[in-house]
């Protein structure tokens, strides 16, 4: 079976610091990957999706990067946190071809 | 317009309540509906899908939708308070897929 996994689950950082989410899934070849970011009370928020290594698309512009360096890792980073990077991220993945997403349990970022 | 709109709640029911929960959509493109279920801070989950209007029962739930409309709610019966969770409305279609903002709801016991 597939499973997701992200680490670290929770992440204190302080303005202006680096950021890197990792985000890795099992069970599975070649899989379309997604990252999410959810605010408090609001929707999920597509940032990045990939649909296969090195393959990265941007949804909205912003102070965040990806990066698929191995087929089942995805990885989401900042060079420089603001305060507004902070929310719920989540990891995703789906089959290619196919609608059904799969998330991963999140990590919570709070910047300082 | 949103794509996606759901009444955010909370919805509060009594254990054993039938719940209805509701959400439209925008684009007539959509061809796929999902509903997801989140638990407090954990990823959300898959819980129905349906890529056609009429209704779709697994269990406890039941998906219904209206195409003609762009309607789309999750019946869930006989409510137990581990429904208690945010439930995501999830349209899709032409490359495209829309997760709604989600509706909260709390069943007592």
């Known amino acids: 079976s597939q499973t997701i996994h992200q680490w670290p689950a929770t992440l204190v950082q302080p303005v202006g610091s680096p950021l890197s989410l990792e985000c890795t899934v099992e069970?599975?070849?070649?899989?379309?990957l997604y990252w999410y970011r959810q605010a408090a009370g609001r929707g999920l928020q597509l940032l990045f999706y990939?649909?296969?290594?090195?393959?990265i698309s941007s949804e909205v512009p912003q102070n965040l990067s990806a990066s698929r360096p191995q087929d089942r890792q995805f990885i989401l980073s900042s060079k420089k946190l603001l305060l507004s990077d902070s929310g719920f991220y989540l990891c995703a993945w789906s089959a290619g071809g196919t609608e059904t997403q799969y998330f991963g349990p999140g990590t919570r970022l709070l910047v300082l | 317009q949103k794509e996606v709109e759901q009444d955010p709640g909370p919805l509060s029911v009594p254990e054993g309540a039938i719940v209805s929960l509701n959400c439209t959509y925008s684009n007539s493109a959509f061809q796929y509906f999902m509903w997801y279920r989140q638990y407090s801070r954990k990823g959300p989950e898959l819980l129905m899908y349906?890529?056609?209007?009429g209704n779709k029962e697994d269990g406890r739930f039941t998906a219904q939708v209206d195409k003609s409309s762009k309607y789309i709610s999750l019946f869930i019966r006989d409510s137990q308070p581990s429904d208690s969770a945010t439930y995501l409305c999830?349209?899709?279609?032409?490359?495209?897929?829309?997760f709604g903002a989600g509706t909260r709801l709390f069943v007592k016991a």
């Open positions: 349906t890529y056609s209007s």
């Open positions: 999830v349209p899709g279609g032409g490359f495209k897929t829309i």
């Open positions: 990939s649909v296969g290594i090195g393959q």
């Open positions: 069970g599975t070849s070649n899989p379309n």
